[in-house]
């Protein structure tokens, strides 16, 4: 698993050293959306599988955690920010940018702008 950015050079300011990773802010869901028990299993296996290959370990509470912050509407910079402490800056901007990309991809494609969740019943009879 690559976590190397294309900001990570070894360039540092004279006032700050630490690294510095760019987070993808998509991903959250809108306010509004709640996630159907379907949609969090396939959430919480995905989150669950990206800590365990990234960390090598899924730990459930970890995964329940990140759980709270996806269904509580959180950034991906505030996930980030709330894991920071937790695993690291690198690994937390490293996990929150597969979270978003993973929400983005597998679960904001069934919710509207304002949270509803789109039915493909719908879809179909609105064409």
């Known amino acids: ?4 950015s294309s900001s990570s050079s070894s360039s540092s300011s004279s006032s ?3 690294l510095h990773i760019t987070i993808d802010d998509g991903g ?3 306010e ?3 996630l159907s028990d379907e949609q969090s299993s396939a959430v919480k296996a995905a989150i669950t599988a990206q800590l365990t290959t990234q960390l090598g370990d899924g730990d459930e ?3 329940d955690y990140i759980m709270v ?3 509580n509407h959180k950034t991906m910079a ?5 894991m920071n402490d937790l695993i690291g800056e690198e690994d937390s901007a490293t996990f929150s940018n597969f979270l978003g990309g993973y929400l983005s991809e597998s679960v904001l494609p069934f919710f509207d ?15």
């Open 1 to 4: 698993l690559a976590s190397s």
């Open 16 to 18: 700050d050293s630490r």
């Open 28 to 30: 959250r869901l809108p």
């Open 32 to 34: 509004g959306a709640t």
């Open 61 to 63: 509470t970890m995964v």
């Open 69 to 71: 912050m996806v269904r």
């Open 78 to 82: 505030g996930v980030a920010g709330e």
């Open 113 to 127: 702008a304002e949270g509803k969740p789109i039915s493909a019943g719908a879809e179909a009879e609105a064409e």
